[in-house]
């Protein structure tokens, strides 16, 4: 049973383009949606966060929005780079735990077009 | 801050042998710390959930005899995968959370890559 489904699996995107990854979960105890950056080889970084009280919150040029009512959420880079290309997951967690677990989607592979 | 590290960051070993891979918060004491599992191009599995000084969580279907964890101390785990098989290759990621940190955040280390010849 997935958990959390990620799409688009892969995705190119024309330097100075928008990046879009959406996920939906299922599980309504989830209320902590973090999306995580992994390069090749390299373990996964956190991005940004949000809990299911805000809609959107924005870092920078990365922007999650949030619908709680259709339990979906999603990505948005904006002014895409080169450098920007890896491996992009959400993921899904519950609780404020130290030692609360979170489930990751399956992963989006950006490319970011020069 | 909140950096965690892992060793070795590769390893290779013929098929039998045991590994043992450890997982370090740097500065920072961690009292839970999470393995997971990546295959190639595939997304991470949580393993199992590992808390300081008791026994470790397992996930359905990690068998908890083949990958033993240790969480001896606030800044150390170990994964030791036994009798390793070819199957076992994978890429194994720790993650610790930083008790004053923001909840449920987890930081993670670099990985290991291990094959199993």
């Known amino acids: 049973q997935q958990q959390v489904k990620q799409s688009p699996q892969s995705l190119i995107v024309q330097k100075g383009g928008i990046s879009i990854i959406n996920c939906a979960y299922e599980n309504t105890a989830f209320d902590y949606f973090p999306w995580y950056q992994q390069f090749p080889g390299k373990g996964p970084a956190l991005l940004i966060a949000?809990?299911?009280?805000?809609s959107e919150k924005k870092e920078g040029r990365f922007t999650i929005s949030f619908n709680k009512s259709a339990k979906q959420f999603s990505l948005h880079i904006m002014d895409s780079q080169p450098g920007d290309s890896a491996t992009y997951f959400c993921a899904a967690g519950s609780g404020y735990s130290s030692a609360s677990k979170i489930i990751f989607g399956s992963g989006t592979r950006l490319s970011i077009r020069p | 801050g909140a950096v965690v590290s892992q060793h070795p960051s590769w390893v290779i070993c013929k098929s039998g042998t045991s590994v043992k891979i450890e997982c370090r918060s740097l500065?920072?004491?961690?009292?839970?710390m999470f393995w997971y599992r990546q295959f190639p191009k595939q997304s991470l599995m949580l393993m199992a959930t590992?808390?300081?000084?008791?026994?470790?969580?397992?996930e359905q279907g990690v068998e908890k005899d083949k990958f033993l964890i240790n969480h001896a101390s606030l800044t150390l785990s170990t994964l030791t995968v036994t009798s390793a098989h070819p199957e076992d290759s994978s890429f194994y990621i720790c993650?610790?959370?930083?008790?004053?940190?923001?909840?449920?955040?987890?930081?993670f280390g670099p990985g290991t890559r291990l094959t199993v010849l």
């Open positions: 993650s610790a959370s930083h008790p004053a940190g923001v909840e449920n955040e987890q930081f």
């Open positions: 500065d920072f004491q961690a009292t839970t």
């Open positions: 590992s808390n300081e000084g008791s026994k470790a969580t397992y």
């Open positions: 949000i809990r299911p009280d805000v």
